[in-house]
């Protein structure tokens, strides 16, 4: 009883992030024009937050309503996997093939590129620097350590500034949603409820998440992983899929890159920024840090053959997140014991 009573709590609490995402990208987008805020600000900061704010939030309640920051970490590697497999695989195949051009693949790629590293040198600096006495892998993040990714995230504002300088403007109302109402007021209510129902939706997930870890007797980091790591990007995944029906390839793969960027780079280190400081388990952590490199490859791959990911090649990535769920399933329950868990 107490395990369908959870699974319930999972899949109500995923309506509710979704919805409070939908609500919240809506009003964000809203008073971005209505301020009209310069087009660098709108989209890598506003509307990054507001398609992320479950990754985000998902850190900050792990770490500090439950202790746990190495589930808010499972938490956003599972979802960049999720957004870098799925998310181009379902748009490619619901929608029209996937287009890019050589400015995405060799900026913005590359860049989450580098971010994905810079992460796995903040958990290496945490292992090396600060090891936490008598455990072998694991080590203590800082809040200096935390800031690296933060001032790369900064470097990444700064870049998108230079990009967009020559030609910046406003984006009207319309452009977020037709029959936009001006009330600010009622925006900014809106803006205020829609974070209040994805944080109780996260926390319904990662609540759920730890019970089912005990109930099962399987570590925490696997569900988050999973299962909120998917439920968190269901977002995203939309955003992404209607870009992709509209034959706006580009739109669909900055939303994936955008998202992960944010994701790395500001939703983890936020936890400790906020905590002072989080034990991570190297030995964990490295293995899925691994995957994720892997998947970023083999994208980043697709994307510079011919500029674009085929159907058959959005095929082969959901091909690969399901033995990715497969092989962490594996090791969880104790079938194999090949690297982690």
Known sequence: MLLA????IIIASTVAVWYGSFRLESAACRLAAYYRLPAVVQGSIIMAVGSSFPE?????????????????????????????????????????????NKEQVYKDALFYIISVTVLLLV????LIYYPVEGARWEGTVT???????????????????QDTVEHQAAMSPEDCEAGTDTNIKKMWIQLALSLAIIAGGVEGLVRSAIVLGDLLNTP??????????????????????????????IVSIANVLGSNIFDLLIAIPIGVLIAGSSVVDFAVAAPTMGVLTLATIVLFTMLRTQLRVSRTECGMLLVLYAVFILWTGLETFGVIDFLFI
């Open 143 to 161: 809040r200096p350590i935390a800031l690296i990714p933060v001032a790369l995230y900064g470097l990444y504002i700064f870049l998108q500034h």
């Open 123 to 126: 958990f290496a600096f945490a």
């Open 56 to 100: 985000l939030s998902s850190t900050v309640i792990a770490t500090l309503l439950h202790g746990t920051f190495e589930l808010g970490v499972a938490v956003i590697v599972g979802s960049a996997i999720f957004n870098i497999l799925v998310i181009p695989g379902l748009s490619g195949l619901i929608g029209k093939e996937l287009e890019t």
């Open 220 to 249: 925490h980091f696997f569900w988050g992983l999973t299962i909120i790591a998917a439920a968190t990007s269901l977002p995203d995944t939309f955003v992404s899929i209607q870009a992709a029906r509209r034959g706006n390839g």
């Open 5 to 8: 009573t959870h699974i319930f």
